[in-house]
């Protein structure tokens, strides 16, 4: 089963020419979830993978980089002729920012719920199970733990041929735990098979809670609003380094980390650099990238990156003095 994140927006509280405003698309088989909403996310998506059906959406916090662009994806998703209802997730006070997005937007002729979610407690979709778990930031905030359950193990074939089983519907009812006459699963099956994990930190200071998240994560989606120079005013802010979020993901033995949430005074490169002097598997992905993650047997996540004409890098392409971006970052609210 298909297991990948989009990148849909990278950058900060502040845009840039190459970086849109927070968002991230998980798509799980047949399911999409959107991860934070910023403003221009429809945009944004239209440009990548298209404006897709989302079956949810999930806000980490309040913060209006990370929700403003619910207005214009409602509007959009109505305009289209939504039929689904749509629910959208997040802390307590997530009810208030639905009727500011409405205010907005218009009323819906498709349904919009609200969820408001406790620590711990595991949305279900199909074939996919998110919690929230508190993250260390200003006000009320989540990141999110994305998970598969365990699956079966593999069936030795050699041995059930030996049992009598033949290849065909018998074996589907081994791997499904049903006993076929005397063999049961456990007789030719060898142990359960750990599903896919995916983190992501939301905005953040370091924390326990995330490090036991991020625990064992095939991948962990970490922001990195400021290099180590800047340490002071990362827990000022209620942020992290670059540094920080790598130390996060060696210890939890991540696979790869993907680091997110950049200021407008940084191009990515040395923001890549610096967490790669803690953990090598550490990537800053531009707007529109993405990671596959395949299971274990089959290999490691991969960072993704779509065709693209050729530009200058990502420092040349950014309209906002790095003196400009420190500013409006320092005033984000």
Known sequence: MDFSIVFVGTAGSVPTARRGLPATLVRHGGSRVLIDCGEGTQRQLVRSTGLVDLDAIFITHFHADHWLGLPGLL??????????????????????????????????RFQVETRELEVGE???????NIAPFPVKHRGSAFGYALFEHDRPGRIDLE??????????????????????????PGDVMGGSRPGRKVVLSGDTSPCDSLLLAADGADV????????????????????????????????AGVKLLALTH????????????????VFENSYVPRDFDAVEIPFAESGEPTLVRPQRHKRPPDRAQDTTSAAEGASLDEKKV
Not at 81 to 100: A, F, Y
Not at 226 to 246: D, N
Not at 262 to 277: D, N
């Open 159 to 184: 041995k059930a041929a030996e049992l009598g089983i033949q290849p065909g519907p018998d074996l589907g009812l081994l791997q499904r735990g049903e006993s076929v006459g005397s063999v049961s």
């Open 220 to 251: 962990l989606v970490h922001e990195a609003t400021f290099l180590q120079e800047e340490a002071g005013r990362a827990a000022e802010r209620g942020h992290t380094t670059a540094a920080q979020a790598a130390e996060c993901a060696s210890e």
């Open 75 to 108: 509007k959009t998703f109505d305009l289209r002729d939504r039929e689904r209802p749509l629910v959208i997730h997040g802390p307590k006070g997530i009810h208030s920012v639905l009727e500011t997005a409405v205010l907005a937007a218009g009323a819906t």
């Open 262 to 277: 950049l200021s407008s005074r940084y191009g990515g490169r040395e923001v890549e650099e610096e967490a790669r002097t």
């Open 122 to 128: 595991a949305v279900e979709f199909e074939t996919l």
